[in-house]
């Protein structure tokens, strides 16, 4: 009886996993057909003949996509550095001591993560043009950081007010100074929790279009989403492209994800409900 | 756990005491707080300033003062033909997502609540449709929507629902639906986590003894899951309202807010005023607009998880 339920169970579960991730199949299955195949209509549910022209004739020539690629990685570890600097330490900080004003800091991040870009956009164009930021990296990696360090607060917060004081006295009482203690005692306890923030950080970077889109004109700037909402105009319906485009945009943050899987899930449960 | 985090209480209240303590905590805070009030803070502000003020390509490239012209902006942009159009796609592509992806959300919320060998797994793999890449999954529904050779087209002919292909986002009655189909793709996962946390949280032994009353599944669903799920089910609608609220990304990529602002919304609006058009500042007016109502929305969910908390 129970060894039925389990095995009705499993193959509802898959059936339903099937039908939600084929997006995800189609993707991949088009990125691989031909020219003449991926118009075929009905369309083709296998490729009959696998052509890897998408990914190849992207990889050189005019629209390489090893640059935008390199513009991504740039934009999404830079963003995720800058909030791991400035909102660790200011989560444990927010945790560990009572301050004036500690507790509508909080609500004030809350209510931060959830702007809108749009809100920030033309003020932050108008600014950039002033401080002649516009064209360049550092426009967008700032701007991707002002959703991050919001939400890497407050995944951390509770880990940290969870983590035991008592282990920093010790180490104080041992000598630490309490950036020491910090670094050296309450970091490692919070491990996991760092992990979250940095693949969200990554991941987020790597995924923003709208910063590079209205910040920079210049393609050589271009990280991989902007570079492809760009040549979807020029490559019209050559969809096969369009898809291997998105097969290889899609690997980095899939991978993370994928790898760290656990610590992300529990991580971005807990930032995204209560902080 | 349990023994920690009560002991940690009364600690933390001595550490807060000593003005040396004070002042470690402020340096820890600082530089993040430093960074947040030049790029949120100010942003916020100027964006609320340039409400109300003449800013355009035009004067701003003549170097020209950019006067202040109280709510001429706001009278603009609200007898802009667009507006209309815009506040009725956000409102109704909110609704619509809402809806769906809570009810998906709920029922695999409630599969992969049960016990069975897989139900790990696969649940983390779904959750992959919630981290992509929105332009990604914006193209590939563009891809998928697609009159001619779109599979969803196909197979909604094969199981006889259409008779013949639908436009989708060619066509201005049906393309708001395409965003609304990929975006409850993308929420789906999001729903689904937030839902099981709660249900998680509902002990066994309420089920037991409404089993042993006779009560059957349908009625333990409707007596005990939805009351007791209800903080989950509360969150995961106020905070889903306000991350599909300000959608911008999806419908850009996938219809640019067209044709002929059918899938136009509060966002897409202010960004064509803004970096089209060069008015800034009605472009700002109606972000604002936009901010308003998040704001609201935002007010309402810490009201809650404040009441929440005192429970």
């Known amino acids: 009886m129970r060894r039925h339920r389990n095995v009705l169970l499993c193959i509802v579960a898959v059936a339903v996993s099937v039908v939600f991730l084929f997006p995800l199949y189609w993707i991949f299955a088009s990125s691989l057909k031909s020219d003449g195949e991926v118009f075929r209509n009905p369309p083709t549910l296998v490729p009959h003949r696998v052509v890897l022209d998408g990914y190849v004739g992207q990889l050189t020539g005019a629209y390489s996509v090893l640059r935008s690629a390199g513009n991504s990685f740039l934009i999404a570890c830079s963003a995720m550095g800058i909030s791991f600097l400035l909102a660790v330490p200011a989560a444990y900080g927010i945790s560990r001591f009572r301050l004036p004003g500690g507790r509508i800091l909080i609500l004030v991040f809350l209510v931060t993560q959830m702007l809108p870009a749009s809100l920030g956009l033309t003020p932050l164009f108008l600014t950039f043009s002033r401080l002649k930021l516009l064209n360049t990296y550092i426009a967008p990696i700032l701007s991707i950081t002002t959703i991050t360090i919001p939400f890497t607060l407050l995944v951390l917060r509770p880990l940290f007010l969870a983590c035991p004081a008592s282990l920093e006295e010790s180490a104080r009482i041992d000598g630490c100074g309490r950036f020491a203690a910090f670094l050296r005692v309450v970091l490692p306890v919070v491990k996991p929790g760092l992990v979250t923030v940095c693949c969200f950080g990554f991941v987020h970077g790597w995924n923003d279009l709208v910063y590079s889109l209205t910040f920079n004109t210049d393609n050589a700037l271009f990280p991989m989403t902007t570079a492809i909402y760009n040549l979807m105009n020029e490559y019209g319906v050559r969809w096969n492209w369009i898809m291997a485009y998105g097969c290889m945009l899609v690997v980095p943050p899939l991978a993370l994800f994928l790898a760290a899987q656990k610590h992300v899930i529990s991580g971005l449960v807990g930032g995204a409900v209560k902080g | ?311």
């Open chain 2, 1 to 311: 756990m349990h023994g920690t985090q009560r002991e940690n209480r009364p600690v933390r209240r001595g550490l807060g005491q000593t003005g040396q303590e004070r002042l470690a905590g402020f340096l820890f805070i600082a530089p993040a707080l430093l960074y947040m009030l030049a790029l949120i803070g100010y942003p916020i502000v100027y964006n609320f300033l340039l409400g109300f003020q003449d800013v355009s390509a035009f004067n701003l490239a003549a170097g020209e003062a950019r006067p202040f012209v109280g709510l001429a902006n706001y009278r603009t942009v609200l007898a802009d033909e667009t507006m209309g159009p815009a506040l009725r796609n956000t409102f109704f592509y909110t609704v619509c997502c809402l809806a769906f992806q809570f009810t998906l959300g709920l029922l695999f919320a409630l599969l992969f609540h049960q016990k069975f060998s897989l139900a790990q797994p696969l649940r983390g793999l779904l959750v992959v449709s919630w981290m992509m890449p929105v332009t990604v999954t914006a193209l590939l529904f563009k891809y998928m929507l697609s009159p001619d050779s779109g599979i969803i087209n196909i197979i909604l002919m094969g199981l006889g629902v259409i008779k013949q292909p639908v436009g989708w986002l060619v066509d201005r009655s049906t393309a708001l639906y395409g965003p609304i189909m990929a975006n409850t793709w993308i929420g789906v996962p999001f729903n689904m986590l937030l839902l099981t946390t709660g249900l998680t949280s509902i002990p066994e032994e309420v089920y037991e003894s409404a089993s042993l009353e006779g009560a059957g599944p349908f009625q333990k669903f409707l007596r005990i899951t939805l009351p007791l799920l209800r903080p989950a089910i509360l969150a995961v609608l106020v905070l889903g309202f306000v991350y599909t609220f300000k959608v911008f990304d999806l419908i850009f990529v996938m219809t640019g807010g067209g044709p002929v602002n059918a899938t136009e919304v509060l966002a897409t609006f202010a960004y064509k005023l803004s970096f089209r058009f060069y008015y800034f500042g009605q472009g700002a007016a109606v972000a604002n607009i936009l901010f308003v109502v998040l704001f609201c929305v935002a007010l309402v969910y810490l009201r809650l998880i404040r009441t929440e908390e005192a429970a």
